[in-house]
T-cell receptor, first 115, second 113 residues
């Protein structure tokens, strides 16, 4: 596709359920990032992949959060035993290369609501 | 640690008014600085960037200058339009952190005709 695609667009989960959020980056993009955006706040970094390697997961808030990118393209963010505080928009972004001033392309996000 | 602070919104302006959205940062070393914009219902888009001190980023009539002495990167536009209504995010990025962005909290701009 032309841009970063995320699915589902909206997800409602009951507290304690597991969820999986998908990100399809722009084809050929090496770097992939996940961010969490709480209502009325700026996005906060969760984790970073360069190809299939997860180089930084310092932003994952707990061990209930897990991300993977097994073939260096599509990525999945999994949240186990969801809690109400996990409610947020989860953004995925990709860039062509790994340089620090490389432009990031963002998806529209998955809005997760935990009831 | 590294952080970004933006002026609080919402900011409401009339069409053709002058816009300033303040942004200051705290960081070690020499980060790159960015402004991203989020239009209603859309993903974040890069608006402009500056990668070193005294650089000026510009796009679509918006400008921001990287001021190391005041650790600021204020966004300006001389004449806003209704179509500029959006949320604006200032962000920094350090090269040795895998390129992750650190965002401010965002400033909502509403332009009235």
């Amino acid at each position: 596709g032309a841009g970063v695609s995320q699915s589902p667009r909206y997800k409602v989960a009951k507290r304690g359920q597991d969820v999986a959020l998908r990100c399809d980056p722009i084809s050929g993009h090496v770097s992939l990032f996940w961010y969490q955006q709480a209502l009325g706040q700026g996005p906060e970094f969760l984790t970073y992949f360069q190809n299939e390697a997860q180089l930084d997961k310092s932003g994952l808030p707990s061990d209930r959060f897990f991300a993977e990118r097994p073939e260096g393209s599509v990525s999945t963010l999994k949240i186990q035993r969801t809690q109400q505080e996990d409610s947020a928009v989860y953004l995925c972004a990709s860039s062509l290369a790994a340089e620090h001033n490389e432009k990031l392309f963002f998806g529209s996000g998955t809005q997760l609501s935990v009831l | 640690g590294n952080s970004v602070t933006q002026m609080e919104g919402p900011v409401t302006l009339s069409e053709e008014a002058f816009l300033t959205i303040n942004c200051t940062y705290t960081a070690t070393g020499y980060p790159s600085l960015f402004w991203y914009v989020q239009y209603p219902g859309e993903g974040l888009q890069l608006l402009l960037k500056a990668t070193k001190a005294d650089d000026k980023g510009s796009n679509k009539g918006f400008e921001a200058t990287y001021r190391k002495e005041t650790t600021s990167f204020h966004l300006e536009k001389g004449s806003v339009q209704v179509s500029d209504s959006a949320v604006y995010f200032c962000a920094l990025r350090r090269g040795n952190q895998g390129g992750k962005l650190i965002f401010g909290q965002g400033t909502e701009l509403s332009v009235k005709p």
